[in-house]
């Protein structure tokens, strides 16, 4: 019998086997890239918000209450939206969310006053709330032999690379483009071209196939699986075991804390450097670059080791140490500081600040699982659910802390977050150290 197609899993609406090899990059890429460019969407005001401001006559104040507003709404899509991805599948959360993105690009770029824009920032809130789950639930159904960690840093790499497009694209064109709608057109285009590609080219895995694949202890790549389970059949009931866990709730306030740091450097550390160091804003996008250029290889390697020493507490623990002091530090340099300063300061946090996330997405994601493999959706749900918090508190509180008492005294907040993820991690299922050694399926990191 002929060896099939690369792409003849497109004549069906779903993909009832495991995908290996190729196509299983493939996928996971598809998912990368829509997530990166969401994350870009979600983004761009922040290294053009001084234009926005003075466009409009408009304070850091007043924008605060709009994103803390925007958070509340991303709450609420986090509730609703998260159940689409567990009850008809990830991928229609992958595709319309960044189709509808696209045109609210285009109505920004159009917006006459600043209520619509605010209106439409708020409106791509709810639609990336709903995405976030579906993105960490379906890189988890296509690499259920890869390492956890290395997992969640391939969806880390989705968030770094759309914070890094947000600020290399602004610093190479608002020198030829000034002002913030060029950066709305440009998203608009990138937003339709990104959701056409993933309609066409991505699939979900089958219900049968989800249900089973996680109970799976075969050794061969290729899993033929049988009939569908009890579980499977009653996939959606049983994944709501997952709100019922009190160390699942606990462990997910370690995103509140680390919500508030990330958003910090993707939504404000731009204006920060404009304000506080008096850069120019392409020449502070170029500086915030750095940050998530170092990131995006240190969620790797912070991956690997988590998934090679199956520590998932002790790395993001180090992370929340380490990054925590590297804010205390950038929020001490002088205002005239030189930018090699400035360059390995943010350098330096960005790489100490990977070592967070994809650790505390392993644990997270195990405890989910170890409860219902069916409702680890819901699971992620939740965590986009509680990090609006961190949302109120940094678009409320940001603004009027930096005109009382400046924006060094708010990087030491956000450093403060940071010892605080450190402190929490430890109420997650797992070692502080090695204690044995690691399973096949737990080390292996090449599906």
């Not at 809130?125 to 579906?134: E, R, T």
């Amino acid at each position: 019998m002929p060896k099939p197609s690369f792409f003849a899993y497109l004549r069906h609406r779903e993909i009832d086997f495991v995908p290996t090899g190729r196509l299983r990059w493939w996928l996971l890429g598809l998912i990368v890239l829509g997530w990166a460019v969401e994350q870009y969407e979600a983004l761009k005001n922040g290294p053009v918000l001084v234009y926005i401001l003075a466009d409009f006559d408009k304070s850091l104040v007043e924008w605060g209450q709009v994103a803390a507003v925007a958070g509340l709404v991303y709450s609420a899509g986090a509730i609703i939206l998260s159940r689409v991805a567990d009850r008809f599948g990830r991928r229609p959360l992958m595709i319309w969310p960044v189709f509808a993105y696209a045109v609210i690009s285009v109505l920004g770029a159009l917006s006459p006053n600043f209520w619509t824009l605010a209106f439409l920032f708020t409106a791509g809130s709810f639609l990336m709330a709903g995405m976030n789950p579906a993105v960490h639930a379906a890189s988890r159904d296509l690499t259920p032999r890869m390492g956890r960690a290395m997992v969640y840093a391939w969806v880390s790499l989705a968030f770094t690379i759309g914070a890094l497009m947000s600020t290399a694209v602004a610093a190479q064109t608002l020198p030829i483009w000034p002002g913030w709608r060029s950066q709305y057109w440009i998203a608009a285009a990138l937003a339709g071209i990104t959701a056409l590609l993933i309609y066409i080219f991505y699939r979900d895995l089958s219900l049968r196939v989800r249900g089973q694949i996680l109970q799976s202890q075969l050794e061969t790549p290729e899993l033929e699986l049988t009939s569908p389970t009890p579980e499977a059949i009653n996939a959606y009931a049983d994944g709501r075991l997952v709100y019922r866990s009190i160390r699942l709730w606990l462990l997910s306030l370690v995103i509140v804390f680390w919500a508030l740091t990330y958003v910090t450097v993707s939504g404000y550390v731009p204006t920060y450097l404009v304000q506080h160091h008096r850069l120019d804003p392409a020449h502070a996008a170029a500086v915030t670059s750095y940050f998530w250029i170092v990131f995006t290889a240190s969620v790797f390697i912070s991956g690997w080791l988590s998934d090679k020493f199956l520590v998932r507490k002790t790395v993001t623990a180090f992370g929340g140490v380490t990054t925590g002091l590297c804010f205390f530090v950038g929020a001490n340099l002088a205002v005239d500081v030189s930018d090699t300063i400035l360059i390995l300061v943010w350098s330096m946090t960005g790489f100490f600040a990977g070592f967070i996330y994809p650790s505390w997405c392993a644990i997270y994601s195990e405890t989910a699982e170890s409860i219902s493999p069916h409702g680890v959706g819901r699971a992620f749900g939740i965590t986009a659910t509680l990090s609006p918090i961190a949302g109120l508190f940094l678009n409320l509180g940001l603004p009027q802390v930096v005109n009382h008492w400046g924006w060094s005294t708010w990087m030491m907040i956000a450093g403060g977050c940071c010892f605080c993820v450190a402190a929490l991690v430890g109420v997650g299922k797992g070692p502080w150290w090695v204690t044995r050694e690691p399973r096949n399926d737990e080390s292996e990191l090449v599906p």
